[in-house]
């Protein structure tokens, strides 16, 4: 087990107007070890809020969150943030590399705070491996803005591996690319999910892509429930 949610539920209030906004009702789901799956649903129908409570971004209004077992009320932020980066890899709909770094250099920016002094050490090992793997090892002295969007995408992927997580989350990860660059991205997050047995949760709108995963859920009125499984 890796993430569990128990029973969550996420309202959000807007200050100084009696309106709530119930996003999230009762949810409970449990990612394990090597589990591929995607979340769709209407614009709104609070699927990013549900990927934020998963890497622990956000917090839940109620209901519990554990992290490999532990509920993660235990742990101060500093211990969050730590355990987060050294378990969960996170890819957004904009790359979010930073332009004055090569590309070498961005893909190691997650191993600065690093405290496992063997992974720090494979980190760069890692970083040409993957990088290999995804097509752009030529490209490693190259800074984002003389990349492709397919190309700066696939680096966040490599980013989102560097500290070899046991979770990856992928908030609308084909959002702003071309219909070849999506479905490449799509089949190398399908790759890596079965190669690391690393698990992967997709947020999309895209629904070829929610089917590269093994089980599709959709969101819909605050409650997840699974459209799909193979
Ligand atoms: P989705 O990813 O499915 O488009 P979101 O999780 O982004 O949905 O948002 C779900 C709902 O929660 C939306 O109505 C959104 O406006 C609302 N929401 C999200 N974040 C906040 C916030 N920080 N404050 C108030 N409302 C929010």
Do not use: W
Request: with cysteine.
């Amino acid at each position: 087990m890796i993430v569990e949610l128990d029973s969550i539920s996420k309202y959000y209030e807007n200050e100084g107007i009696i309106t709530r906004r119930d996003v999230l009702n009762e949810i409970s789901i449990a990612i394990n070890s090597g589990d591929a799956l995607s979340i769709v649903g209407p614009s709104g129908s609070g699927k990013s809020t549900l990927l934020n409570i998963l890497g622990t971004l956000d917090l839940p209004t109620s209901g519990i969150v554990k992290i490999k077992g532990k509920d993660i009320h235990d742990f101060n932020e500093k211990q969050l943030a730590e355990i987060r980066n050294n378990n969960i890899g996170f890819i957004f709909q904009l790359h979010h590399l930073l332009p004055q770094l090569t590309l070498i250099e961005n893909v190691l920016v997650p191993t600065i705070p690093q405290k496992d002094k063997s992974i720090k050490k494979s980190a760069m090992e890692r970083a040409m491996d993957l990088l290999d793997s995804v097509g752009l090892v030529d490209k490693i002295h190259q800074r984002p803005g003389q990349l492709s969007g397919g190309e700066c995408q696939r680096a966040t992927v490599v980013r989102a591996l560097i500290n070899e997580p046991n979770l990856v989350l992928a908030d609308e990860p084909t959002g702003s690319l071309d219909q070849d660059s999506a479905d490449q991205l799509g089949e190398l997050l399908s790759d890596i999910n079965k190669k690391y047995n690393v698990a992967m949760v997709i947020v999309t709108h895209s629904l070829d892509l929610a089917k590269k995963m093994d089980t599709i859920y959709k969101l819909d009125h605050g409650k997840l429930n699974v459209t799909i499984s193979e």
